[in-house]
């Protein structure tokens, strides 16, 4: 495909086609709420991050009418900005309740994000869910599948999508800059939050006016410990998704747009020693993806726990790869966090045209897409199978296998024990 015959469209919804399952290129368009008229809006996990999100939906003028969290402290802190907003500990109370929103907005711990979103999406709301979009791969597919079938405006909550970066580098990448791409490599610090260790086994008292039934919700049950909440959940097993799913989803959505990914047909990992209950101090998770239009095979590197890859050659001694990035390896060069190494390169190299549509912003583009506007950069068409090809590389991390893995099947070929943690038991009471 010519760069300069891409749409913003194109661009937004083209490399998805390829992702299997609930592909974006079968998503209808967006219920056309008035572009004039206010959104209704309500919140589901307002502490934390979602208080953030409470924030910026004051600012673009949405129109809070309830506010959720088990944790009632938390969601009274926030109303006291939103006077008249309806408070709630139960998402889905609310939401049987409040048949007058229009979207909603949920920074709930991963384990949630599949129910409170399905639940909301088939009630016919536009979702803005933060990322990873699920817990598991079942739940990811899920997830786009009631995204198809509801055809309301949706994003993920990877804001870094939205920058123009991701599509500098994509113009420089499709106009030769390094040549062909056949490595990958991503590394973060994370994590940032205790892993590589077992269950307590004290037993704290509960905060007040905090629901542990209700943030258990579907994972197994156990006694309260602040080694979980709060945000100290992302490291175990039952509630989280490790390093990987929680700066995944940022990481390699910027990758998957430049190099035009879809499935990948293997994922392996290598680690410090996995725990029954938390994932482990460090890993390093290897994605092959196969040829793609004009594309060579790739592999795609992923680091976290310190690890990082090779330093370039191309790095002057002393230089550090620095605590995260994204690397390119081409045939004729290679990109750094969108610069061409060494700087000298960069300099020397005759910039492309600017052929991508640049984006209003990450959540202008969720707010427009509300009111009938194109699909945002995140929608869940494209998040939903990017999240599932992410939270693969923590189930290579479980077994310590390499997996063959058939999309459109949902299995994983040469493992078949490994299909057990494509989706998790619920506990009674919840069902997806």
């Known amino acids: 495909m010519n760069s300069s015959h891409l749409s913003r469209r194109t661009f937004f919804i083209g490399t998805a086609a390829t992702m299997g399952g609930a592909a974006l290129a079968q998503t209808p368009g967006p219920r056309k709420d008035s572009p004039n008229e ?24 949405l129109n809070l009418v309830a506010i959720c969290d088990v944790n009632l402290r938390a969601a009274r802190t926030v109303a006291k900005d939103l006077p008249n907003a309806k408070l709630y500990q139960d998402y889905r109370v609310m939401l049987e309740k409040e048949r007058g929103i229009d979207a909603v907005i949920i ?15 088939e009630l016919g709301k536009h979702v803005y869910c933060e990322k990873p979009l ?16 509801a055809g309301t405006a949706t994003q993920m909550g990877n804001a870094g999508q939205a920058s123009d970066s991701v599509r500098r580098t994509s113009e ?14 991503v590394w973060t610090n994370r994590p940032i939050w205790p892993q590589g260790i077992e269950r307590p086994k004290e037993v704290h008292r509960l905060p007040r006016e905090f629901d542990w039934d209700l943030w258990l919700g579907p994972a197994p049950e156990r006694p309260f410990n602040h080694i979980y909440h709060p945000f100290r959940w992302r490291g175990w097993w039952d509630f989280g998704t490790g390093a990987l799913g929680d700066i995944g989803c940022h990481s390699f959505h910027p990758v998957f747009k430049v190099l035009k990914l879809g499935h990948p047909t293997s994922v392996e990992a290598t680690s410090t020693k996995v725990f029954e209950e938390t994932f482990p101090l460090g890993s390093i ?33 002393g230089q550090d790869l620095g605590d ?38 990450h959540w202008q583009e969720w707010v427009q897409a509300c009111k009938g506007g194109e ?38 070929t040469n493992v078949p024990e490994a299909n057990a943690y494509l989706r998790r038991a619920y506990r009674d009471g919840w069902r997806l």
């Open 38 to 61: 206010r959104l209704n809006v309500a919140g589901i996990g307002v502490g934390g991050m979602g208080s953030g999100n409470m924030k910026t939906a004051r600012q673009l003028g």
């Open 107 to 121: 920074a709930t711990p991963d384990h949630h994000h599949a129910f409170a979103t399905v639940a909301a999406l």
């Open 134 to 149: 699920t817990h598991s791969v079942y739940e990811a597919r899920r997830v786009a599948e009631a995204a198809r079938k």
């Open 172 to 185: 420089y990448i499709w106009a030769g800059a390094i040549g062909p791409v056949r490595e990958a490599h």
């Open 285 to 317: 998770v290897r994605y092959r993806f196969p040829a793609r239009e004009d594309m060579p095979p790739l592999d795609l590197i992923w680091y976290d726990g310190g690890l990082k890859p090779p330093r370039p050659d191309e790095f002057p001694d």
């Open 324 to 361: 995260g990035g994204t690397l390119y390896i081409g045939d004729n060069g290679k990109m750094l966090n969108g610069r061409i190494i060494p700087e000298s390169r960069m300099r020397e190299y005759e910039a492309p045209p600017e052929t991508l549509p640049r984006s209003p912003g």
């Open 375 to 412: 699909p945002a950069g995140a929608n869940f068409g494209f998040a939903g199978p990017l999240t599932e090809v992410v939270l693969l590389g923590n189930i290579a991390l479980r077994t310590g296998k390499k997996l063959l893995w058939d999309a459109p099947n949902l299995q994983i």
